[in-house]
């Protein structure tokens, strides 16, 4: 049974620092993304990463200051998050694609539950 269990989200003050994990289990993916849908709106790309050799691509509202990694040894990507404003307040889901990378949502196969990032102001 493949599984991506996301963990790390919570509440945090603008121009703070969150750590997102997800834990992959039951197969390797060719790569991960993550994804965030803030309230009252339609789920967004926000990064990948390709596993192996570990490229990565971001959406232009997080470049600078979001990076994704991964974690081989654990099956683990992180996306770490600085300089965190209100407007990345979302659910954020990872997302494993096992054949292509890309920005677009149909080619992610598996999905986490979502994890809930609150920023205040």
């Known amino acids: 049974q493949v599984q991506l269990a996301e963990s790390g989200g919570g509440l945090v003050q603008a121009g703070g620092s969150l750590r997102l994990s997800c834990a992959a289990s039951g197969r390797t993916f060719y790569a991960m993304a993550w994804f965030r849908q803030p309230p009252g709106t339609e789920r967004e790309f926000v990064g990948l990463i390709r596993w192996s050799g570990g490229s990565t691509n971001y959406a232009d509202p997080v470049k600078g200051r979001f990076t994704i990694s991964r974690d081989n040894a654990k099956n683990t990507v992180y996306l770490q998050m600085n300089s965190l404003k209100p407007e990345d307040t979302a659910v954020y889901y990872c997302?494993?694609?096992?054949?292509?990378?890309?920005?677009?949502?149909?080619?992610?196969?598996?999905w986490g539950q979502g994890t809930q990032v609150t920023v205040s102001t």
């Open positions: 997302a494993g694609a096992a054949s292509w990378a890309s920005i677009s949502e149909r080619v992610y196969d598996y």
